[in-house]
T-cell receptor
């Protein structure tokens, strides 16, 4: 079945790089996404990657996709305290439901 | 500003008292969806709508109703709320073409006592 897994917690020092990992099971997923959720707020779309791409870079964010291993990662360069949040990866299921399957979320703690 | 709005943001109610959570988007998106977020369970889809007058069940539709009479609005209706519907609810919308970026509302925290 469909499943997306993430580690629950990551702690880094300000200025370091953060790497958040995600694995998914549905090899027919077409798009994969990264969302950020700050306390008391909704989910903010950070970036996405199409399944035929290996990498996508957007300013401080780098997404790597290993389709063979069904592994997705989000690298945040020069992590700032404002990056502290919960990060969700999500895959879009094929078909017309438009349903996103979310991971449990990774809490990123950035220490000054 | 492009956005998805939800109202109310917080609601405490009692078992059995009908309620409606409104959702509105100003991006002319065809697709809209409702999710609930629960600790340890992540986000699960309740209902979705591909366009006006077209709605369908998601993974956890029991106890909920929706309607899509206008493109911009997608209200979530709880006819007889129960305590197991206490949750954080999110509305989302997107275009119906790739990359199908879903934009989320700020969330509605519902408590049913």
């Amino acid at each position: 079945g469909e499943d997306v897994e993430q580690s629950l917690f990551l702690s880094v020092r300000e200025g370091d790089s953060s790497v958040i990992n995600c694995t998914y099971t549905d090899s027919s997923s077409t798009y994969l996404y990264w969302y950020k959720q700050e306390p008391g707020a909704g989910l903010q779309l950070l970036t996405y990657i199409f399944s035929n791409m290996d990498m996508k870079q957007d300013q401080r964010l780098t997404v790597l996709l290993n389709k063979k291993d069904k592994h997705l990662s989000l690298r945040i360069a020069d992590t700032q305290t404002g990056d502290s949040a919960i990060y969700f990866c999500a895959e879009r299921t094929p078909g017309n439901t438009g349903k996103l399957i979310f991971g449990q979320g990774t809490t990123l703690q950035v220490k000054p | 500003e492009a956005q998805v709005t939800q109202n109310p943001r917080y609601l405490i109610t009692v078992t059995g008292k009908k309620l409606t959570v409104t959702c509105s988007q100003n991006m002319n998106h065809e697709y809209m969806s409702w999710y609930r977020q629960d600790p340890g369970l992540g986000l699960r889809q309740i209902y979705y709508s591909m366009n006006v007058e077209v709605t369908d069940k998601g993974d956890v539709p029991e106890g909920y109703k929706v309607s899509r009479k206008e493109k911009r609005n997608f209200p979530l209706i709880l006819e007889s709320p129960s305590p197991n519907q206490t949750s954080l609810y999110f509305c989302a919308s997107s275009l119906s073409t790739g990359p199908y970026e879903q934009y989320f509302g700020p969330g509605t925290r519902l408590t049913v006592t």
